[in-house]
């Protein structure tokens, strides 16, 4: 079983960054592919980047590529989401996902285990 804790979130202005982070309690890291999700009010669960087991492959929605940045530490069991010239529209509670694999997906049926998720707001 994999426990995933985000943090990072919170309040920003336009044009501002952030970073978030996922603390995976799994003893095999390497071999699961990660991915990070958002969900704002009244809205379904939007697939934003996803990365490998190896952090090797990355993918991005297309909304959000050029601007933010997933990666991991297989060594401390972290996977981070760099957020740069964030948006109101970026404005959701962000998720932190596992999957059994080394590939990533967008479907977030197809992941395994589930952070509790972290606030981002970004103001105008």
């Known amino acids: 079983q994999v426990q995933l804790v985000e943090s990072g979130g919170g309040l920003v202005q336009a044009g501002g960054s952030l970073r978030l982070s996922c603390a995976a309690s799994?003893?095999?890291?390497?071999?699961?592919?990660m991915g990070w999700f958002r969900q704002a009010p009244g809205k379904d669960r939007e697939f934003v980047a996803t990365i490998s087991g190896s952090g090797a492959n990355t993918g991005y929605s297309d909304s959000v590529k050029g601007r933010f940045t997933i990666s991991r530490d297989n060594s401390k069991n972290t996977v981070f989401l760099q957020m740069n010239s964030l948006k109101p529209e970026d404005t959701a509670v962000y998720y932190c996902?596992?999957?059994?694999?080394?590939?990533?997906?967008?479907?977030?049926?197809?992941?395994?285990?589930w952070g509790q998720g972290t606030q981002v707001t970004v103001s105008s």
């Open positions: 996902a596992a999957r059994v694999g080394v590939i990533g997906t967008v479907i977030p049926s197809t992941y395994d285990y």
């Open positions: 799994g003893r095999t890291f390497s071999s699961y592919a």
